[in-house]
């Protein structure tokens, strides 16, 4: 028997951990990555939820969520591709203008 | 007791991952830190009984998204981060910020701890179950979803469709243009001695 704070604090962690990955990294990829670890970590409250409750509904959203997170994904590294085209980096700080 | 063990195992292991994710400066590295924290959340999810949620958190997440991931680096030639001024401003203020969010969730679920505890083996997730949920409450937001599918696809081939080339010029217009080339080529050596 775990205590479904510590799930709780399990996913605080790691969310912050993404949170700071968005904050510290420079390559677009990476902070790409920890959107992802931070959509994992609330993925791991609905499971948690899901569990204490005894009701499945928090399984089905987590089920949505990773099917939003792959669309982002995909569109969101598409955009990626299409930024190093026309500036040649993955740096953020080189990506400061919204025209091309 | 197991199921504490095995919490703390997998948990250390994916804060582990998150933290190797922070440490590493290429790209390929934290991918692969991602990749072991996915593998530990799905192990946390079979622990709570959610045998789907583990399966599709290792097919979707840890399958697809994390090749598409690497094949962008790979697509990219995604060298070693670099540094710059603004990002140790940006250090500066996020390892502070990470604590302290992260102590503040914590203190607070500390202080305000949960009713009850998960047991393990509750065998609640049963991929029946979730489909029926799936295909009966959940009818709408799923067929939503697929739509938001349909345009992910189209915005990604959009979005990462090379430019397309200038037309050439009609077959007319360059023979027209052609004896004009020939004249310049022809002027441009006597400019030369």
Same mark, same amino acid.
């Given at each position: 028997?775990?205590?479904?704070? !510590? !799930?709780?604090?399990?996913?605080?962690?790691?969310?912050?951990?993404?949170?700071?990955?968005?904050?510290?990294?420079?390559?677009?990829?990476?902070?790409?990555?920890?959107?992802?670890?931070?959509?994992?970590?609330?993925?791991?409250?609905?499971?948690?939820?899901?569990?204490?409750?005894?009701?499945?509904?928090?399984?089905?959203?987590?089920?949505?969520?990773?099917?939003?997170? $792959?669309?982002?994904?995909?569109?969101?590294? $598409?955009?990626?591709?299409?930024? !190093?085209?026309?500036?040649?980096?993955?740096?953020?700080?080189?990506?400061?203008?919204?025209?091309? | 007791?197991?199921?504490?063990?095995?919490? @703390? /195992?997998?948990? *250390?292991?994916?804060?582990?991952? /998150?933290?190797?994710?922070?440490?590493?400066?290429?790209?390929?590295?934290?991918?692969?830190?991602?990749?072991?924290?996915? &593998?530990?959340?799905?192990?946390?999810?079979?622990?709570?009984?959610?045998?789907?949620?583990?399966?599709?958190?290792? #097919?979707?997440?840890?399958?697809? #998204?994390?090749?598409?991931?690497?094949?962008? +680096? =790979?697509?990219?030639? /995604?060298?070693?981060?670099?540094?710059?001024?603004? %990002?140790?401003?940006?250090?500066?203020?996020?390892?502070?910020?990470?604590?302290?969010?992260?102590?503040? +969730? @914590?203190?607070?679920?500390?202080?305000?701890?949960?009713? &009850? %505890?998960? %047991?393990?083996?509750?065998?609640?997730?049963? *991929?029946?179950?979730?489909?029926?949920?799936?295909?009966?409450?959940?009818?709408?937001?799923?067929?939503?979803? %697929?739509?938001?599918?349909?345009?992910? +696809? =189209?915005? *990604? #081939?959009?979005?990462?469709?090379?430019?397309?080339?200038?037309?050439?010029?009609?077959?007319?217009?360059?023979?027209?243009?052609?004896?004009?080339?020939?004249?310049?080529? =022809?002027?441009?050596?006597?400019?030369?001695?």
């Amino acid at each position: 028997m775990v205590p479904l704070s !510590y !799930y709780l604090v399990l996913s605080a962690i790691l969310f912050a951990c993404g949170v700071a990955g968005f904050l510290i990294k420079r390559n677009i990829i990476t902070i790409f990555m920890s959107i992802e670890l931070m959509l994992n970590a609330v993925n791991l409250t609905f499971v948690a939820f899901a569990a204490h409750w005894h009701h499945l509904s928090g399984q089905v959203f987590v089920f949505f969520v990773m099917v939003v997170a $792959a669309a982002e994904s995909a569109v969101g590294l $598409a955009i990626i591709i299409a930024v !190093y085209r026309t500036r040649e980096t993955l740096n953020i700080d080189r990506v400061n203008l919204l025209k091309l | 007791m197991l199921h504490l063990a095995l919490f @703390i /195992a997998f948990g *250390a292991i994916a804060v582990a991952g /998150a933290v190797n994710l922070l440490a590493q400066r290429h790209p390929v590295n934290s991918a692969l830190s991602l990749v072991v924290v996915m &593998g530990a959340l799905a192990a946390e999810y079979l622990l709570l009984g959610a045998e789907f949620v583990a399966a599709v958190q290792v #097919i979707i997440y840890a399958g697809a #998204i994390m090749v598409l991931f690497i094949f962008v +680096i =790979m697509l990219l030639n /995604a060298g070693v981060e670099e540094r710059t001024r603004g %990002s140790k401003v940006a250090m500066l203020f996020g390892i502070p910020g990470m604590l302290l969010l992260g102590l503040l +969730i @914590i203190w607070t679920l500390i202080e305000n701890p949960g009713q &009850g %505890s998960v %047991s393990v083996g509750a065998q609640y997730g049963p *991929a029946k179950a979730i489909g029926q949920l799936l295909f009966h409450e959940f009818l709408l937001p799923f067929e939503v979803t %697929s739509v938001l599918i349909l345009i992910a +696809i =189209m915005g *990604a #081939i959009v979005l990462a469709h090379p430019p397309s080339p200038r037309k050439p010029p009609p077959p007319e217009e360059e023979l027209l243009m052609e004896p004009e080339s020939e004249l310049i080529e =022809m002027a441009e050596p006597r400019k030369e001695p």
